[in-house]
């Protein structure tokens, strides 16, 4: 018997960060791959089965957990579980994922528990050290995880198969070679969404982005070609970027507005845009097919490609809501992340996109190592220009090393990172006043202090040059409940759902 699980969700309510777990797209994936090969399992969505559940995360404060308790979990874990399956694609999650682990290995000390993410992909070791989880599942996970079984259903050796860490029998750290990536990802089964309560995520808008109406995630391609020293992309991915076929794309899309009844879609995609002429192919696709859906790129895209032709089919296409990420307005803090990208190139990709009426933000980072007040300012006179160009959002985020990057690494070797990471927590907090500075002359006060600066000046700006636009938007969410930008969302988020959530959190006895 296998049991995947995926973790409960996280909520912040204080500060301007907004957490809005999503439908668990890779054990979907995962799931599929299983049946497609002969295997049944029990699904266990603690977030996605409980989303209107939410509680004080341990002693409690700002932080609360969105989905079940422990004991209902283990309630709803089969006794007879041989091999159990765990995600973390965010490392601040990692202690949720642990705890569910630690209480499952009580249950059934027999079973062999396996994890797999982003955060097990970039730091095996950590994930393995206390003996909880027996085995890492590193990259992605259809191949190795069913490899996995079959060793485990034969009693076989793991030494052999690519892509796992895990503790041999003196306790050693045993990383095998990484697993060749999938090459044809157009074969890859579509994500079982059946067994993950996908309705529940669907009716209560749980999709990364803004509110489209009825939406579930999708996913387009796989890795990222870049090299960013911030990101933990490569230890999951490499940095091979495999798009599907256009057409395969939206045989998905049509397949799950035809079951589900939806009219948009969220790219979890790490970066969507790379390939121009796949790009209008996919748009030519979706554009002939006359499927009437919407479509967003809420974790951003590459500008490189960027131009009229290109933006206007996007706009025909359905995409209504994506973001750049130039980073910073500094070319020497551009450098230093290796943010492969020109501000010239970057302003005519806002251009044509300008062209449309299709909303873009622009995803910011500040608090670097090598950041200083003077790169503040560039970064400042930026955000000014973005704002008369009439860009629709920026959000900026506090620095916050993430496990897997060049920076986290760093960092670690320097001292700056305790070995257990007790710092995994303050990833949570990179858009509020809590956290550290990493900065090597700025103070967490500052970087803060300069956060909201960016965004008075953005907002500030925006609303004197364009008042309209801020009063229509206003005017669409009040009048048909629609969100047509990131600030609308915020909006929702901050005024709306958050009084929700400590009132119910109120209700709630773990």
Not at 11 to 23: D, F, N, S, Y
Not at 252 to 274: A, C, H, L, P, R
Not at 343 to 351: M, S
Request: aromatic content about 12%.
């Amino acid at each position: 018997m296998i049991t995947l699980i995926n973790h409960q969700g996280l909520k912040l309510v204080k500060g301007i960060q907004i957490q809005t777990p999503a439908p668990p797209l890779g054990l979907a994936y995962i799931g599929a791959y299983l049946k497609h090969h002969g295997y049944a399992y029990t699904a266990i969505d603690a977030c996605g089965e409980a989303l209107d559940q939410i509680y004080d995360y341990k002693a409690g404060g700002q932080l609360k957990i969105q989905g079940y308790t422990l004991p209902q979990i283990l309630e709803r874990l089969p006794g007879n579980t041989r091999i159990i399956g765990l995600t973390c694609s965010f490392s601040h999650c990692w202690p949720l994922v642990e705890e569910i682990a630690s209480a499952a290995r009580k249950k059934l000390p027999g079973a062999v528990i396996a994890a797999g993410g982003e955060h097990p992909s970039a730091m095996p070791e950590h994930v393995l050290k206390n003996r909880i989880i027996d085995v890492a599942v590193r990259g992605e996970g259809e191949e190795t995880f069913l490899e996995l079984i079959r060793k485990i259903e034969n009693s076989q050796s793991w030494d052999a198969i690519d892509g796992i860490a895990f503790l041999n029998r003196e306790g050693q750290l045993v990383i095998n070679k990484p697993r060749e990536r999938i090459k044809d990802i157009n074969n890859i089964p579509c994500p079982d969404w059946d067994s993950w309560c996908i309705e529940k995520y669907i009716e209560h808008q749980q999709v990364s982005g803004i509110n489209l109406g009825r939406s579930m995630p999708i996913l387009g391609s796989r890795g990222c070609p870049y090299a960013c020293t911030f990101c933990s992309s490569e230890r999951m991915w490499t940095r091979r970027y495999i798009m599907r076929d256009g057409k395969a794309i939206v045989d998905e899309m049509e397949q799950m507005k035809n079951k589900y009844n939806v009219t948009g879609f969220s790219f979890f995609d790490s970066t969507f845009i790379i390939n121009r002429s796949k790009m209008l192919g996919f748009c030519k696709e979706l554009i002939n097919r006359k499927l009437d859906v919407s479509y967003q790129l809420p974790a951003g895209t590459r500008c490189e490609v960027f131009d009229d032709e290109l933006a206007l089919n996007l706009e025909k296409s359905g995409l209504k809501n994506f973001s750049f990420a130039p980073e910073s307005g500094s070319d020497l803090i551009r450098k230093a992340v290796n943010k492969q990208i020109g501000l010239d190139t970057f302003f005519n990709a806002v251009k044509a996109v300008k062209k449309t009426k299709m909303t873009v933000g622009c995803f910011i980072v500040i608090g670097f190592p090598e950041d200083n007040k003077h790169t503040l300012r560039q970064t400042l006179s930026l955000v000014r220009k973005l704002a008369l160009m009439g860009l629709d959002d920026v959000t900026v985020s506090k620095f916050t090393p993430y496990p897997g990057s060049v920076y986290f690494d760093a960092l670690l070797e320097k001292g700056y990172i305790s070995e257990q990471l007790n710092e995994l927590q303050n990833i949570i907090h990179f858009y509020s006043s809590g956290g550290i500075s990493y900065s090597r002359s700025l103070t967490d006060k500052q970087i803060y202090r300069w956060m909201n600066w960016l965004y008075i000046n953005f907002y500030v700006i925006s609303f004197i040059v364009r008042p309209w636009k801020f009063i229509n938007n206003f005017r669409e969410y009040f009048s048909k409940g629609v969100e047509r930008t990131r600030y609308m969302r915020f909006f929702s988020e901050i005024f709306v759902n958050r009084k929700k959530w400590k009132k119910k959190a109120s209700k709630v006895v773990t």
